[in-house]
Every structure is written in C-alpha cells, then in structure tokens.
C-alpha cells in the first residue's frame, strides 16, 4: 500500500533575494515528491528566486502589501489547500501565522522559522522591543516546532523569551555546493585590476554593518593602496552608504554591484570575503564563499559564527562592530594570502550544511 503524500505548504513574504528565501527555493527542489505535495505562498510573488522554484510546486499568490493585512488571506488559504504541516519564515509572518491558530483547521501542524538571533533583531530593529518581545513569549509558544538556524539561537530563544526548549529544534542552512561551483564557473573572473579584491554580499541593511566596513576601508587603504572592495546586494540603506563612501574618498576603490542573480563568480574571484554584521542567523553568503574556497574575515556577532568556526575552520573573526579590528584583520589576510581552505573537499568540509543533511531534517519535521 502507497502512503499518501503530506501537503506541505511554505509561507515566505516574497521571493526577493535573500537567505531565507534561498532556503526555501532549496527545500523546494529538493522535497521528495514520493512523500510531500509542495505549495508555497507569498504575500506578492515577486522575487528573483521565482525562477528556481519547480514547476510542480503550486504556487499561491496572496497579493498582501503588507504582512499586517495578511491574516484573513493565509486562514482563507491554508483552509483551502488544508496541508499536513505549514511551514512559514521571517518574525512578522510567524507571529502573523501564530495569532491566526485558532481559526486554522484542527490538527495542522505549524512549524515557523527563525532567521536571526531574535534579541538583537528586536534591539536594534524595532522601535518598542518590548511589545515585540512580549508577542514572541507569548504567540510562538503556539507553534509546534521553532526552528532556529544555529544552537546560539536555540540558547537565546530559551533565555530571552522563556520558550520550552522541547519546541525548539536547530537546523542549519543548507548549502548546495554542487550548483554553486557549476554556477561560478559559468562566469569569467569579473574583476579586473591587480586588487587584491574583497566582496561583501546581503542586503544593504543596518543587520548587515556595511557602514562598519566602510569605515574600515581608509585604514585597508594605507597599508593596501591597491584594494577593491565590491558590494553586493540592494537595500534600503543604499543612498547613505553611497554617500559615507563618498564622504570617505572611497570613490576610486569601493564599488556597489547592486543584487546579483549569480553572485557566485564574485565570490570564487575574490581574495577575501568579508561579513561585517551587527548581527546573523547562519549566514548562507559566508558557508557559500567557504565551500568556493575564499578566504574569509566576519565579525563574530550574534549568530553562528563560532560554530561555524568550530565545524569549518579557516575564517578569521573579528570583535563586531570595530572598525580598526576589521581593517586589521583584513590587512593581514591580504599580506598572507591565507586560503579559507584546507586539504578536505568543499563538501566534507560542509557536510553539516548539505543539502540531503538539511532536507532530511527538515522532512522529518513534516
């Protein structure tokens, strides 16, 4: 007798880039479809990752401008489609998902998943963090399982917001090494120039420290008058870092690439890879750049920074949010010209974060 296959439905805001999107187009490729019936829905389904998604996975688009006004939409959605499990990503939706429970169909298992240390985001994200963190103790105890990206992120939600640590599981970020070589390699080198030449990759964000490296770079400079540093990605903060550069001099050595559909060839090119965050999950930028074999510097914030240290040795990290530690860091790694790897392949090295490892677990949640 065939067992029937568990509807699993993903609720994600949009496809735009980033780590947790990229997650989810992962899992959906690679979900066994002899087992699960994959839906995914979005507030707007918009995004550059809506090219990777399968033609089999049946898309739902809400067409929600904000996840404020989505609740009536994903309650009349999930009761339609009445999945086994619902799957939903980023704080705003899990909270959203979880004030709707009660009037979802009985027996619908909800799993929500965590994309940062939830404590720092709340600290230096939101005006009243108080109020959010009172929905977080409250509402998320409501869900069946949280999955956070890192044992830190286990250890904060326990600590911060007195969640029962048997809801809460780690799974790390997947990260398919296979693609991303074939990917990199699709492109020629494209930097040009003696360098040596650094990249940096996410969304142009407060989380993400830009500013902390570029307030890094006039040192970089003096000791590496040759350097360049290019910056991928697209965000809210895109003028005034464009404008701190300028206010820098960094005009002639500091480059913003916009997003990049395949970002990998920049970071196989590059010397160094560079993560200045405030704060983090599991970064998938910086797994990605390990499996490619560049070097790497990454201020060791809030995250899993250590425990990616401790399971992929080679990077360098820094104390976060300083300037001349970052600058240091980054000097002596252009003058060693340090590899980030060693004699194991990519994919021993990162077994912990393969794609059959991460989709495993997360299939055993379903």
Not at 40 to 68: E, N
Not at 170 to 178: C, G
Not at 215 to 227: F, G, K, T
Not at 296 to 301: E, F, I, T
Request: aromatic letters at 6%; charged letters at 20%.
């Amino acid at each position: 007798m065939i067992a029937e296959r568990k509807r699993v439905l993903f609720l994600v805001p949009s496809l735009i880039g980033g780590g947790a999107q990229r997650v989810f187009s992962i899992l959906l490729r690679h979900l066994d479809r002899s087992r699960f019936e994959p839906h995914l829905a979005m507030m707007q389904a918009t995004g550059a990752y809506l090219q990777d998604i399968p033609q089999d996975v049946a898309i739902h688009d809400l067409s929600i401008s904000r996840v404020r006004y989505a609740a009536p939409s994903i309650v009349q959605t999930i009761w339609k489609i009445k999945p086994h499990t619902v799957l939903s990503t980023l704080g705003h939706l899990n909270l959203t998902l979880m004030a709707a429970k009660p009037l979802l169909p009985r027996g619908t298992r909800l799993l929500i998943r965590e994309a940062a240390v939830a404590s720092a985001f709340l600290n230096l994200e939101m005006k009243h963090p108080g109020v959010w963190r009172w929905f977080y103790r409250h509402l998320y105890k409501r869900a069946d399982k949280i999955i956070c990206l890192s044992d830190s992120m286990v250890d904060d939600m326990v600590a911060h917001f007195n969640l029962p640590r048997a809801k809460l599981v780690r799974i790390y970020n997947p990260v398919d090494t296979e693609r991303i070589q074939q990917l990199a390699g699709q492109e020629e080198n494209p930097y040009s120039g003696p360098g040596p030449h650094l990249v940096a990759a996410g969304r142009l964000c407060r989380q993400k420290g830009y500013d902390i490296l570029l307030d890094a770079m006039p040192a970089v400079l003096e000791q590496v008058s040759s350097a360049q540093l290019s910056i991928l990605g697209e965000g809210p903060l895109e003028g005034e870092l464009k404008q701190q550069a300028h206010n820098l001099n960094l005009i002639d050595s500091v480059h913003f690439l916009g997003f990049q559909q395949n970002p990998w060839p920049y970071l196989k090119h590059a010397d160094l890879f560079v993560l200045p965050s405030r704060y983090e999950g599991l970064p998938n930028v910086l797994l990605e750049a390990l499996a490619l074999g560049t070097s790497v510097v990454a201020a060791n914030c809030p995250g899993a920074m250590q425990e990616i240290l401790e399971l992929v040795p080679g990077m360098i990290l820094v104390p976060p949010e300083n300037p001349d530690a970052l600058a240091d860091a980054i000097i002596a790694t252009c003058a060693a010209s340090a590899g980030a790897n060693d004699s194991q392949p990519p994919e021993q090295r990162l077994r912990k974060f393969s794609v059959q490892q991460v989709v495993a677990e997360y299939s055993a949640l379903f």
